[in-house]
């Protein structure tokens, strides 16, 4: 069975520096999604991305953050001077389509511990 | 926006007893109800969902009943096992929407099952 995968699985950074986490989503799905869960907490949404562009984002998702798919198969996300509050564990997810197979499917997520 | 409020925060049964968890939701356009299961240092899993044109929906042990009115949704796990052991999220959403449907999660309930 096909599944989202992301990398790396752990990230160890300074506060200031620039991270990377990439997923590679379910190849013929349409709609991709960044969640967060810092520990303990309950898991929450970041931004949902469809045809080359974001289409929805929280108030987590502030300048520091960015999203791109660089090519057929990658989904990145990015933020740029990351903070001691960012440490959580990051998931990828992705959804065939909105009418009516919804299920959205979770990668094993990126830990990032900032220090 | 959505809210989604989760109880019991810990559920702790003996095996073969039933687990109950409860979610209410704000939204009464939400419409998509999933249930994820999150075992230690994992992706969460779909487990069951429910959508809004359906009271309620089983699969083998699992069930899960929705109250549109009250606004309110619940997971029944029958014949509890030790495997059943994990932390469970409900989530809501509005679908199908053009973009993508970004999943509203409750805080979770860690469920112990003892043997």
């Known amino acids: 069975e096909p599944e989202v995968t992301q990398t790396p699985s752990h990230q160890v950074t300074q506060m200031g520096q620039e991270v990377i986490l990439r997923c590679v989503p379910i190849?013929?799905?349409?709609?991709f999604y960044w969640y967060r869960q810092i520990l303990g907490q309950k898991v929450e949404f970041l931004v949902s991305?469809?045809?080359?562009?974001?289409?929805?984002k929280s108030e987590i998702f502030d300048d520091q953050f960015s999203v791109e798919r660089p090519d057929g198969s990658n989904f990145t996300l990015k933020i740029r001077s990351t903070k001691l509050e960012d440490s959580a564990m990051y998931f990828c997810?992705?959804?065939?389509?909105?009418?009516?197979?919804?299920?959205?499917?979770f990668g094993p997520g990126t830990r990032l511990t900032v220090l | 926006g959505e809210n989604v409020e989760q109880h019991p925060s810990t559920l702790s049964v003996q095996e073969g007893d039933s687990a109950v968890i409860k979610c209410t939701y704000s939204?009464?356009?939400?419409?998509?109800f999933p249930w994820y299961k999150q075992e230690l240092g994992k992706r969460p899993q779909l487990i069951i969902d429910?959508?809004?044109?359906?009271g309620e929906k089983k699969d083998q042990r699992i069930a899960v009943t929705l109250n549109k009115t009250a606004k309110h949704f619940s997971l029944h796990i029958t014949e509890t096992q030790p495997e059943d052991s994990a932390v469970y999220f409900c989530?809501?959403?509005?679908?199908?929407?053009?973009?993508?449907?970004?999943?509203?999660f409750g805080a979770g309930t860690i469920l112990r099952v003892k043997s």
């Open positions: 997810a992705s959804s065939l389509d909105g009418t009516g197979r919804d299920t959205q499917y």
């Open positions: 190849s013929n799905h349409l709609y």
């Open positions: 991305f469809y045809n080359n562009e974001i289409s929805e």
């Open positions: 939204d009464s356009a939400s419409n998509y």
């Open positions: 429910i959508r809004s044109n359906v």
């Open positions: 989530a809501a959403s509005i679908v199908p929407m053009e973009y993508g449907n970004k999943l509203v």
